[in-house]
């Protein structure tokens, strides 16, 4: 069993940034991938980063490239989300994720989830 805690939501003017931090606790798992979804008040859920364990491969939305960067500590077993140049349209609650078959970029592939966290970006 896998459990995540995150933190760094809040809210913050368009423009600003943020930093999403997401503690993984439980059984270590050598392929994993972590990583961070997102849903807005009336949207899907969707991927916006994630991050191997194995490999250190990134990956991205495209609605974020440029903007969002994801890193790991893993000594801490830590995914960070860096969010930079922050627009409305960021406005959701942000999931972490577990693929502990080396995915995470579909929420179908997602083995456990955070309790998210939420980020509101004004005008």
């Known amino acids: 069993q896998v459990q995540l805690v995150e933190s760094g939501g809040g809210l913050v003017q368009a423009g600003g940034s943020l930093r999403l931090s997401c503690a993984a606790s439980?059984?270590?798992?050598?392929?994993?991938?972590m990583g961070w979804f997102r849903q807005a008040p009336g949207k899907e859920r969707e991927f916006v980063s994630a991050?191997?364990?194995?490999?250190?491969?990134?990956y991205y939305a495209d609605s974020v490239k440029g903007r969002f960067t994801i890193s790991r500590d893993n000594v801490k077993n830590t995914v960070y989300l860096q969010m930079n140049s922050l627009k409305p349209e960021d406005t959701a609650v942000y999931y972490c994720?577990?693929?502990?078959?080396?995915?995470?970029?579909?929420?179908?592939?997602?083995?456990?989830w955070g309790k998210g966290t939420l980020v509101t970006v004004s005008s």
């Open positions: 991050i191997s364990w194995r490999s250190s491969m990134t």
């Open positions: 994720a577990v693929d502990v078959n080396g995915v995470c970029r579909t929420i179908g592939a997602v083995d456990y």
């Open positions: 439980g059984r270590p798992f050598s392929n994993y991938v």
